[in-house]
């Protein structure tokens, strides 16, 4: 069956706990990167590009970026690291992404997906152990 869905795409096997989790993290991931991706968009706009040409970039922006985590053996910060120069934009931008707390946001909004995950489990297999109840 593995096969069967390797042929569309990356499989992997997990411990049936960990399914909220990866619901949480991957199932819930697109509309994550998506939501970046409007924030990016909103201020190409405010910064003057065109809404085509900053959606090119910005594609190829996570395009760029997933080939590297995805060929690369170091782990994210470093890579990060790598493109930071002290005292240049990426380093300002980054700054300001740590004093909004970013980083914890999207950690908090993953538990809370997760979270979330497990709740809908619990209540969608409550209804079912009810609904399969004899009379």
């Not at 049936?16 to 190409?44: F, R, W």
């Amino acid at each position: 069956m593995q096969e069967l869905f390797n042929t569309i795409g990356l499989t992997t096997n997990v411990e049936e706990y960990q399914l909220d989790a990866v619901t949480g993290l991957s199932g819930s991931g697109p509309a994550y990167i998506y939501y970046l991706v409007e924030a990016m968009e909103k201020s190409a706009a405010e910064i003057g590009l065109e809404k085509q040409t900053a959606k090119q970039l910005i594609i190829q922006t996570l395009f760029g970026a997933a080939e590297m985590l995805s060929k690369s053996d170091k782990e994210p910060a470093q890579l990060r690291f790598e493109v930071t120069s002290p005292g240049g934009t990426t380093e300002a931008g980054i700054s300001i992404l740590e004093q909004h707390g970013v980083q914890t946001a999207f950690v908090s909004c993953i538990k809370e997906a997760t979270a979330q995950s497990k709740r809908l489990g619990q209540l969608f297999g409550d209804e079912l152990a009810t609904a399969n109840r004899p009379l």
